[in-house]
């Protein structure tokens, strides 16, 4: 395990020292939430009266739905970084070293993770600074929920990259599976603002669980049926990609 | 360092439901001593990456076994990984990393540590003559050096063992010329032990000891260049003559020749120690009143022995034009999508 958390540490740093050399695009990945909370914000205030839930300030609502999009669009493009390294060879470079199979996937999810940090995180401080209210305890929880569900976006995103290997494939399998996926998890609009049968189905969506957990935590309701389920679906998540992602690395391994 | 016994790689293709199964090594022995440099000789997708790829652990073998450095290459994978050095034909640096990081990371996933890592790299960086380009991203180096950068790469570890895939492929003459005396200095100065791929001749003719020749997915021949040509049937002579006398050359030409073809001015034919007959032939010419223009005799190559071996010569292996249209198909394929889905 020692050498595990060592190699991962590597491929971290190797890979956050790429990041860093070309930091825009930890901005321009924040940039789509950041518009929206700029830009579709103000749309919301007179709508947030009508919400459900404890949310009585628009960008208390519109917070917690970014992170999520934020967490389940932003990861899903690191597997595309993954195939152009696939392509340049580094991939099967690292698979010939002694290096466990799983630290190359766990050392560039650290990479995802911290990225999305970064990003929760600027905006989270540019929600406060327009007039997001909400407890402190229930932001930091509301970011870990995010952080974990970015992180399992993450690792299917490597594991699709590292199976398809090629671009043209995982574009339109993300749109095909993103779409409906954000449509139907409230994350701009709450889903009780639909037609029953539109409540219905969302309720099937574990990502509006999600949404709704980090919602109710903002508003500094931590302990909740909401809460407890939308928490549990993350990690449940993220078990599965990982499992998934280890999986897949481990593939072809003799 | 290398014994291999009927291994065997098969892949699935497949166009809508019919699935077809390509045999892309199809039951390869080898045995590769310490100390010696192999040339592994063959046309594209005759089976020489899938091979190598089973042997550096990358791609588990299908059927059979293979020991590589002492180490079974399924069950202690991980120690093979550890005693050998492999350089890829795309190779391993990243075009937007500088190389210096990438050797030391490198080195590093070896265990090494950040300082060793770092001594070792810069110590390989002046022996394959990359000084001064440590902090240089990796895509601002030529081709030739990042290829003698993959080379520092596959060596940070000081593996005992270097597999080369290609390594000289899409390199210029100088550059390649200059990888070569490198790679000679492999065994030269740290005594490993080379296993190299190449689909070109020269190469395998300039580097190795002994060259082991695959096509389709088999192993057609192994031994030293030397005789290996030795199979062919005798070097070349090639006679050029005055147009009236063209018959008469040809006539005495066959009377040590094989194969005696005419084509223009030009008589020529296979003939055994051609160093010794051509000296005799030259007299009977000349008593005979044939008036040379010129005489030239080639030593087989590498080319010869595999149209010997294979009845096509590399070339027409390589283009698919050695059988039918299917052939090239199945080729194209192997290099396409056969090759990408092993990886």
Not at chain 2, 170 to 194: K, S
Not at chain 2, 201 to 215: F, G, M, N, Q
Not at chain 2, 308 to 335: F, H, I, M, Q, V
Request: charged share 20%; aromatic share 6%; glycine share 10%.
């Amino acid at each position: 395990m020692n050498g595990f958390m060592r190699d991962s540490s590597i491929v971290f740093r190797r890979q956050i020292r790429m990041n860093l050399r070309n930091p825009a695009w930890v901005l321009i990945g924040v940039f789509q939430p950041v518009l929206y909370l700029l830009l579709f914000g103000p749309l919301l205030k007179p709508l947030v009266a009508q919400f459900p839930g404890g949310a009585d300030n628009a960008y208390t609502f519109l917070v917690p739905g970014l992170l999520v999009q934020l967490g389940l669009f932003g990861a899903f493009f690191a597997g595309f970084s993954l195939i152009g390294e696939w392509r340049e060879g580094v991939i099967e470079a690292e698979r010939v070293t002694p290096a466990s199979r799983g630290s190359l996937l766990v050392g560039r999810l650290m990479r995802d993770v911290l990225q999305l940090f970064v990003q929760s995180l600027i905006l989270v401080l540019l929600g406060l600074a327009i007039g997001m209210r909400g407890s402190f305890d229930g932001i930091v929880l509301g970011i870990v929920i995010t952080l974990v569900i970015g992180g399992a976006c993450a690792a299917a995103s490597n594991a699709l990259g590292m199976a398809t290997k090629s671009e043209d494939v995982m574009a339109p399998v993300i749109n095909i599976v993103m779409m409906p996926v954000l449509l139907l998890s409230g994350i701009l609009l709450p889903m009780t603002l639909g037609p029953d049968w539109l409540k219905r189905v969302s309720d099937f969506m574990p990502t509006r669980w999600i949404t709704d957990a980090i919602r109710d935590v903002f508003a500094g309701d931590v302990a909740n049926g909401t809460v407890l389920s939308g928490s549990l679906a993350a990690l449940v998540f993220l078990a599965l990609a990982a499992w998934w992602g280890v999986s897949t690395f481990q593939k072809d391994d003799a | 360092m290398i014994h291999a016994r009927g291994l065997v790689q098969t892949f699935h293709t497949g166009r809508g439901k019919q699935k077809t199964e390509v045999r892309a090594v199809d039951g390869v022995d080898l045995d590769v001593e310490e100390g010696e440099v192999v040339a592994f000789l063959g046309p594209n997708g005759a089976g020489k990456t899938t091979t190598l790829r089973m042997l550096v652990t990358l791609l588990k073998p299908t059927a059979g076994t293979a020991t590589v450095a002492g180490y079974d290459v399924v069950k202690e994978s991980a120690q093979v990984r550890r005693s050998i050095g492999y350089v890829s034909q795309t190779g391993g640096a990243f075009s937007g990393a500088f190389a210096g990081d990438e050797v030391v990371d490198h080195g590093m996933l070896y265990g090494m540590s950040r300082a060793d890592a770092v001594r070792r790299g810069q110590q390989l960086f002046d022996e394959l003559q990359l000084e001064g380009l440590w902090r240089r991203m990796c895509k601002n180096m030529s081709g030739g050096q990042k290829r003698r950068l993959d080379i520092v790469m596959g060596l940070i570890h000081d593996p005992t063992l270097v597999f080369l895939d290609e390594p000289t492929t899409g390199l210029d003459p100088q550059a390649r010329a200059n990888l070569w005396g490198h790679i000679a200095d492999l065994r030269r100065e740290r005594g490993a032990t080379v296993f190299l791929t190449t689909h070109y001749l020269d190469e395998a003719d300039a580097l190795a000891d002994r060259i082991v020749i695959i096509d389709r997915g088999r192993i057609v021949a192994s031994d030293t260049a030397d005789n290996l040509k030795t199979q062919v049937n005798g070097d070349l002579v090639d006679l050029e003559v005055a147009p009236g006398q063209v018959s008469t050359a040809a006539d005495k030409l066959r009377a040590i020749a094989e194969h005696v073809e005419v084509a223009g001015s030009h008589v020529s034919g296979r003939v055994r120690r051609a160093g010794r007959a051509v000296p005799a032939l030259l007299r009977d010419l000349d008593a005979a009143g044939v008036t040379l223009e010129s005489v030239e005799v080639h030593r087989p190559t590498l080319d010869d022995v595999f149209l010997t071996l294979t009845g096509r010569s590399l070339r027409d292996a390589e283009a698919g034009t050695g059988k039918p249209e299917d052939d090239e198909a199945t080729a194209a394929e192997r290099d396409d999508s056969l090759e990408g889905a092993a990886r």
